[in-house]
């Protein structure tokens, strides 16, 4: 039932004595339907692309009486818990569909099940991913405790075949009708918990489990202090929805030196959400990155994509947060290179300058607008208290596949977190500038296991990545003589080209023939009847004949 905001607001000031800490563990999995990151938040609808490759976090609970079991996707994103039934269309499937293999929910084998609003359930995200249905009240069993009626969706129309616990902001709902206590809340109400609040532990890209500490904080999960800085409300509503931080500094550093990278940007309004699996900074910046580790764009599988072997370097990124005396995060290289697609057999390289090597996507893309994210690949790194009493975050370094265990819980409602000191000057941080352009002194760091470092805008830029057997590009089998004696602009005349991609100097561009698209801003192309003409900028001599094939960089030596 959908109860007031006077109504949560007072449970919020509610204290129990005998509030305790609540630990849920969770479980890295395959990822068997849809990138669920995208948030609800339509504008960024055309800047966040599907993911269904490298998992998410998911932990396991019971639904109903007798309790149902099912595994649901965790999600600081999003706040609602929702389920598919297990009548809906995407679990009864036949055929090569693997159905809900996580679990689903039947109405009707609870009979503590109580409808809380039929037709108001309804999610989509930007992916195209979306369930509807009905809100519904049952028992809900989380780890030790039990919620005699969470306030939960049932997808009756779904194309995911799992559920979502979301643990955010209350008034990011999908209900539009009503508020109700969302999980967070409801443990609080319940007394399972003294305050609102949560931490967050998911250990490296290659632990199988973390965990999730209601009510709480494990000193032993993170090395250094915990420092706590302000959450932002929504810019347009003044309403608290989204874990929003400042993000106001990075670094490069390698053994070959350190880079301040820069943004137009800075301070970014970034939103710590752990139902992304990748994260998604400004193009500016993100451009810097990708500078730095070789990185390159591919339209064949709409990524950067980096070499496998760029996991073993020592190289990382620092994320400062909050302005100088704020918490700093060291992202590694070996946490931002992420397989492809699942299993052992990973794409190739087909030319270019990592011929033969396995490519596999970098863990920070581009975005062109907010809300920018910083998903699994940076969560894994920090160990974060997300209180939503107080409106703050507590953030450290994480320590990777701790075991030992030192349980502090929250001391009252509305406590601040346990052994945090807050971040000076918070105020006043939005006024600071961009720093200095980048010199990339740290890429050949970054770059040194390969004998060919790359740059991500450098002429050589030219490659494939072969997704299987056979490339995912086609190309006309057809070699032309290309006079190519005065560097840069090279005018070549193709007949009917199938589908091509060229580095340009203002990006990435590809372009069809009787249907031009174009990624840049500059050297647009010109068609002419049908022929295509396209401008490319090498940047070096080379002479003599290419073939359309492509089979090795067109901007050979000369």
Known sequence: MGIGMGSIICSLLVSFINAQVVQWDIARRERLGLELGARQARSIEEVITNDELNGGYFA????????????????TGSSDIWVPASSSGICTKSGSSRGCVLGSYSPRDSPSFEDAGKGDFSITYVDGSNANGDYFTDVFEIGDATIPDMTMGLGLETNI?????????????ASKSFIYLNLPIQMQHEGLISTIAYSLWLNDLDASTGNILFGGIDTEKYKGDLTR??????????????????????????????????????????VLDSGTTLSYLPTDLVSQMWEEVGALYSNDVRAAVIPCSRATNTGYFSFGFAGPGGPVINLTMDELVLPLILGENQPHFEFGPY??????????????????????????????VYDLYNNEIGMAATDFNATDSNVVPFEGSGARIPSATIAPNQDSIWDTGSPN??????????????????????????????????????????TRNVSLSTPGRHPLVWNTIDYII??????????????VQVRTLRNLPESEDSQLRIYLNYGQRSDGEMSLKMTQPPCAAA
């Open 437 to 478: 352009p980048t010199t990339y002194g740290a890429s050949n760091g970054f770059q040194e296991d390969h004998e060919n470092s790359v740059s991500a805008s450098a002429a050589c830029g030219w490659f494939s990545v072969a997704l299987g057997v056979a490339s995912a590009v086609t190309w006309n089998t057809r």
């Open 355 to 384: 011929e033969g090597q396995e490519a596999y996507r970098f863990g920070v893309q581009s975005s062109s607008a907010e809300p920018y994210l910083l998903g699994d690949t940076f969560l894994r790194s920090a160990y974060v």
């Open 229 to 270: 800085i302000n959450i932002y409300a929504d810019t347009r509503t003044g309403a608290f929805t989204s874990f929003r931080v400042a993000l106001t500094s990075m670094q490069a550093v390698s053994d070959s030196g350190s880079d301040t990278l820069s943004s137009k940007e800075f301070p970014i309004s970034v």
């Open 60 to 75: 396991t609970c019971k639904i109903g009486t007798p309790g149902q079991d099912v595994t649901l996707q965790l999600d």
């Open 502 to 515: 060229a580095p340009m100097e203002g990006g990435w561009m590809q372009a069809e023939s009787g249907s």
């Open 161 to 173: 075949p799992y559920g979502l616990v979301g643990v955010g902001y209350a008034l990011n709902e």
